[in-house]
């Protein structure tokens, strides 16, 4: 089946920094991701949408600027979060289409970000 | 718009069965998911509807009635392993065919 990773799996930065993650889909070229924040015991919040070689399109109530999004091939997507804050620490979780017209979605692991 | 209604938590018993119910309405409807996400994870797939209908796979079948806007998860032979929040998300023509989540329900199984 189709895999998607995720690095790192979590990670902890000081408030004001910039950390970023990356997602790969390891065994098939995703056209589309997609990046998901989720807070403790709530759902999934869907952040932005990448297509590769084109500009990623957020989602209302989403920074562009704080959270950069670069889906430069097929098989790699990365998130930036910039000047990090205690309010950002999240899960991050990125899933992915690929070109065969399946309709799942695939999901990496998910990184944990916490910023102290 | 979108609106995606479940249940927040239900309980259930080991060896029971239990149905988990979600409510949609969104303008360009392409589908059903389920998901099953355990604490700290994230989510896997367990169905996919398009079609009115029931699906089933093993212990979990999903069914939905496109023109109720209504689909149920129904989890039979309950283990404690199924203790997980239950996601039912929404792909959405009309939002770039975007998978869209509701809030989740979390299954709490007692022995």
């Known amino acids: 089946g189709a895999v998607v990773s995720q690095h790192p799996s979590w990670v902890i930065c000081k408030s004001g920094t910039s950390v970023k993650i990356e997602c790969r889909s390891l065994?098939?070229?995703?056209?589309?991701m997609f990046w998901y924040r989720q807070f403790p015991k709530q759902s999934l919040m869907l952040m932005a949408t990448?297509?590769?070689?084109?500009?990623?399109?957020?989602e209302q109530g989403v920074e562009k600027d704080k959270f950069l999004i670069n889906h430069a091939s097929l098989t790699l997507s990365t998130l930036t979060v910039t000047s990090a804050h205690p309010e950002d620490s999240s899960f991050y979780i990125c899933?992915?289409?690929?070109?065969?017209?399946?309709?799942?979605?695939?999901f990496g692991p998910g990184t944990r970000l916490t910023v102290t | 718009g979108q609106n995606i209604d479940q249940p927040t938590e239900m309980t259930a018993t080991e060896g029971a069965i239990v149905q988990i119910n979600c409510t949609y309405q969104?303008?360009?409807?392409?589908?059903l998911f389920w998901y099953q996400q355990h604490a700290g994870e994230a989510p896997t797939f367990l169905s996919y509807?398009?079609?009115?209908g029931l699906e089933e796979k093993g212990r979990f079948s999903s069914f939905l009635s496109r023109s109720k806007g209504y689909s149920y998860l129904l989890l039979k032979e309950l283990q404690m392993k199924d203790s997980a929040s239950y996601l039912c998300?929404?792909?959405?023509?009309?939002?770039?065919?975007?998978?869209?989540f509701g809030k989740g329900t979390r299954l709490h199984i007692l022995p």
């Open positions: 065994d098939f070229q995703a056209t589309t």
């Open positions: 509807n398009v079609l009115d």
């Open positions: 969104t303008s360009g409807f392409n589908g």
């Open positions: 998300a929404v792909r959405d023509l009309d939002r770039d065919d975007k998978i869209i």
């Open positions: 990448s297509n590769e070689g084109s500009k990623a399109t957020y």
């Open positions: 899933s992915a289409r690929g070109t065969s017209g399946w309709y799942e979605q695939y």
